[in-house]
């Protein structure tokens, strides 16, 4: 099994920030994409930036120029700093990966447990 584990979040005050942390463990042969999602009270999840394992990043466009993602391939981590943080990014943050087990090209997408991001104003 892949395990996804998440650290960093916590409660600050608009325009704070905040660094997450999503690290993969367990039975990885390769991992492709890895993500952040989010999902706020009520409403979907959605996300908010993720990478290819050639390194493409995406934005959601309402984290463009305030969060950056970031990638250790060597330590199957990725990390999420959230800047200008506003009420609006307060929501669970869960991380995504897919991840190749075995030697089989077959791919599986896990979740991390997720972590509570609260913004106050």
């Known amino acids: 099994q892949v395990q996804l584990v998440e650290s960093g979040g916590g409660s600050v005050q608009a325009g704070g920030s905040l660094r997450l942390s999503c690290a993969a463990s367990?039975?990885?042969?390769?991992?492709?994409?890895m993500g952040w999602y989010r999902q706020a009270p009520g409403k979907q999840r959605e996300l908010v930036a993720s990478?290819?394992?050639?390194?493409?990043?995406n934005y959601a466009d309402s984290v463009k120029g305030r969060f950056t993602f970031s990638r250790d391939n060597a330590k199957n981590t990725v990390y999420l700093q959230m800047n200008s943080l506003k009420p609006e990014d307060t929501a669970v943050y869960f991380c995504?990966?897919?991840?190749?087990?075995?030697?089989?090209?077959?791919?599986?997408?896990?979740w991390g447990q997720g972590t509570q991001v609260t913004v106050s104003s």
């Open positions: 367990g039975r990885i042969f390769s991992i492709n994409a």
């Open positions: 995504n990966a897919d991840v190749q087990i075995s030697t089989v090209p077959r791919r599986y997408a896990y």
């Open positions: 990478v290819t394992s050639g390194g493409t990043t």
